[in-house]
């Protein structure tokens, strides 16, 4: 499944920043909905495939759609002075061991965590509950979130830092998005952490993860600066 779901559904009032909607947050342009899948092929499964190259094959659709979109959509976040530098995207090699399943622990905790933002000004971010998972031997925690008045709570937004930013990667995280279910069980694969949009343009208002997002290890898959850019 190929979500690019920062982007605003319209554009910024004047003078305003531009804002990337996150998990949760308001209706994609039609470029991005139609994204959200590649094709039946793919099947937009979240199980994981029976067969490994089916689901390499799967992520290289999802990163050849995300090229073609960023490249050639009206409402692409890469702006055209920059496009022949950035795109193709670059990407960690795709590595079936950082697709890993996670249960998540709801919280609580009703408090509003006002989180920063790549530009000074702060997101108020409702936790969801902690994502527990093993990667590669080694147990895991994040919390996933959505944003307070966020007209759809069945997309949560899980934002992290890791041992790759700043150095590899975009030094304000990176992102993943899952859809809420009922059980409990989800699939984190981070051979689709993507950038949040401001790496591509400052215009774009991007929130950090917060402190206990950040975690201690390499994740090294998914998005990463291009190898000599």
């Known amino acids: 499944m190929i979500v690019i779901n920062q982007q605003r559904s319209s554009p910024p009032a004047e003078g305003e920043p531009a804002r990337p909607t996150l998990a949760g947050r308001p209706a994609l342009p039609a470029l991005f909905a139609l994204l959200l899948c590649v094709g039946v092929a793919a099947g937009c499964a979240n199980k994981p495939p029976d067969d490994p190259k089916d689901y390499v094959g799967t992520i290289v659709a999802w990163r050849t759609a995300r090229d073609s979109a960023f490249m050639n959509g009206s409402d692409s976040p890469v702006p055209p002075n920059r496009r022949q530098e950035l795109l193709p995207l670059g990407y960690f090699p795709i590595e079936p061991n950082y697709k890993t399943g996670a249960t998540l622990t709801p919280t609580n905790d009703t408090a509003i965590l006002e989180v920063a933002t790549s530009t000074g000004a702060k997101r108020k971010e409702r936790r969801v509950g902690t994502l527990e998972f093993s990667l590669k031997g080694q147990s895991l925690k ?32 990176r992102y993943l998005d899952l859809d809420r279910n009922a059980t409990g069980i989800y699939e984190i694969d981070f051979n689709r952490a993507y950038f949040p949009f401001c790496y591509y343009s400052p215009t774009y208002e991007c929130p950090y993860p917060p402190a206990e997002n950040r975690l201690k290890v390499p994740i090294r898959a998914g998005e990463r600066f291009k190898v000599g850019a």
């Open 142 to 173: 994040l919390t996933a979130f959505v944003e307070v008045g966020a007209r759809n709570v069945d997309h949560l937004w899980v934002p992290f830092s890791d041992l790759t930013s700043g150095a590899e990667t975009y030094p304000g995280g």
